[in-house]
């Protein structure tokens, strides 16, 4: 059962919303590298 007043979003909302999420992973799964070399360079010396 679909409710009427539930947003639609239009294709190209819909690919700006998928392109910003993927650039929201991209940045965080580049921090998590960033923090793990960090890490090891910290345990290193």
């Given at each position: 059962?679909?409710?009427?007043?539930?947003?639609?979003l239009t294709e190209a909302e819909q690919r700006a919303r998928r392109n910003?999420?993927?650039?929201?992973?991209?940045?965080?799964?580049?921090?998590?590298?960033?923090?793990?070399?960090?890490?090891?360079?910290?345990?290193?010396?």
């Amino acid at each position: 059962m679909e409710r009427e007043d539930r947003v639609r979003l239009t294709e190209a909302e819909q690919r700006a919303r998928r392109n910003r999420s993927l650039a929201i992973g991209a940045v965080l799964v580049g921090l998590v590298v960033i923090f793990y070399f960090v890490t090891l360079a910290k345990m290193a010396s």
